[in-house]
């Protein structure tokens, strides 16, 4: 299986560049320069009292060594106390801590709400976290996706924050820090991205046994592929039954196996419909799968979405993401249909079945 490139080494550099696609320090919208900016002034007065006060303590140690021939029994003369010297450093001390609080409030306030030059033409999308997938909801168009979120380029982002079971934090390096998401509880902030571009997020609160795999894509789109993006959104894709047609696909229709992807289907809507939908304006509990072949990742920005990576998904769950709840709506006493959640492999979901699953995916563009 193939895990994205970025992870380790990104087109722009490694993982431990500046450049790199998780840095903070390589900013791409207003916030996250802001944030920057905090980091550097931070950086200046830590190293500027680092240097000072550990250049005075490096000095005297020198200066007052014991040098040869010098009295072991002798003191120097002690001093208590000097009020110039002590109320100085005082006030030195809280001048420099304000030098640091008023960008880092300011940053606070900046990062909770939109300036009134963005407003105007702001969307608005709801985040929610789940163990170990985002939800994304644009509550202006009734769309639900999952996993990648997708915005205007030059365009403020209203984010509304929340968590489904427990505590998780949103975080998109290059554009802005951690908000953590709070179940009961709706946090704010916004993004801007300056240019269209691929930015990569992380959960950033520790939420459980694949908190580590709950990594999400952002993707900033011109105005005209915005607009693409959200008219193919609302365009519905099938779920199959009795008026099966493969109406998402618009190329080489012919080239397809139509009786493999209708057995995916049906396969699709005996099982996967428990937790899933793929109509973009349905809620589930488990990630919406509307549009499923446009996206460029899977289990929530873990894998390359691709054929080989997502068979291997359906099948081992838990080798590439532990403790997930992929199959904890089975077995079902009731059902006698039901996979079994141990021995996926040799219960009813053979090979075949996987590929007809995967090839049904696939038609969701
Ligand atoms: Cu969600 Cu860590």
Redesign the pocket.
Known sequence: ISIPQCLYTGEEGSFFNMTGQQSALDPMGPIAQNQANIFYITLWVTLFLFITVGGALAFAIWKFRVRKGDDPNYIPPQSHGHPLIEVGLVVASAALLVVIAIPTFGGIILKKKIPAEFEADAIDVTVT?Y??WWGFEYPEEGIHTANELVFPAGRAVRLSLRANDVI??FWLPKLAGKTDLMPGQQNMMWIKADEPGYFWGQ?A???GDS?AY?LFRARALSEEDWEAWLASQKRKTVVGGADYTPVAITESAEDLDTELIKHGTELFVENCVRCHSVDSMIQTSGPNLAHFGSRSSIAAGWLENNAENLAHWILNPDQVKPGNFMWAGFPDPNDPKAVQMEGLKDANLTKSDVDALVAYLYTLK
């Open positions: 976290g163990q170990w998780h934090s959960c609160e520790y939420c908190h709950m």
